[in-house]
């Protein structure tokens, strides 16, 4: 699926097939657009299609063969792709994730339940002291028949 495919429906849609809604897509094109320049050989992809490759990327964790086979675009070139646009946006400081020690201290209230799952030993009469019980049963039983 390309950008030009997603360009016309609702933005409900839009956030259900991409993972990220219209205006936080713009935003992330705004800093991509910022950051990269243009010169050399121009990429056979669009900043769009490539910011949608990496999204779908993230979202479905389809294979790099798949999204180069949808892309027409060879494995390591998406590979390069999305490691760019990952690197691009995780150095605006825009689309960062909040670090572990911010997580630590939320007002959260953590509650455990633990649950002992050792094992212990099943009492059961040993097999030798059951055929040691048969045979005085039987000589018993012997001797009852002799008298």
């Given at each position: 699926?390309?950008?030009?495919?997603?360009?016309?429906?609702?933005?409900?849609?839009?956030?259900?097939?991409?993972?990220?809604?219209?205006?936080?897509?713009?935003?992330?094109?705004?800093?991509?657009?910022?950051?990269?320049?243009?010169?050399?050989?121009?990429?056979?992809l669009?900043?769009?299609?490539?910011?949608?490759?990496?999204?779908?990327?993230?979202?479905?964790?389809?294979?790099?063969?798949?999204?180069?086979?949808?892309?027409?675009?060879?494995?390591p070139?998406?590979?390069?792709?999305?490691?760019?646009?990952?690197?691009?946006?995780?150095?605006?400081?825009?689309?960062?994730?909040?670090?572990?020690?911010?997580?630590?201290?939320?007002?959260?209230?953590?509650?455990?339940?633990?649950?002992?799952?050792?094992?212990?030993?099943?009492?059961?009469p040993?097999?030798?002291?059951?055929?040691?019980?048969?045979?005085?049963?039987?000589?018993?039983?012997?001797?009852?028949?002799?008298?």
């Amino acid at each position: 699926m390309r950008y030009a495919d997603l360009q016309n429906i609702i933005p409900a849609k839009f956030k259900r097939l991409t993972g990220v809604s219209p205006q936080t897509f713009e935003q992330m094109l705004d800093v991509l657009r910022q950051s990269w320049s243009d010169f050399g050989r121009p990429p056979k992809l669009s900043r769009q299609d490539q910011r949608l490759l990496a999204l779908s990327y993230w979202r479905e964790y389809r294979s790099l063969a798949h999204i180069a086979a949808t892309y027409e675009v060879s494995e390591p070139t998406v590979s390069r792709t999305i490691r760019r646009v990952e690197d691009t946006l995780m150095q605006s400081g825009k689309f960062s994730l909040p670090g572990k020690k911010r997580v630590q201290e939320s007002d959260t209230i953590w509650q455990f339940v633990v649950i002992d799952s050792t094992e212990t030993p099943i009492e059961r009469p040993k097999k030798t002291a059951r055929l040691l019980q048969r045979q005085e049963e039987m000589s018993q039983h012997q001797n009852a028949g002799s008298d």
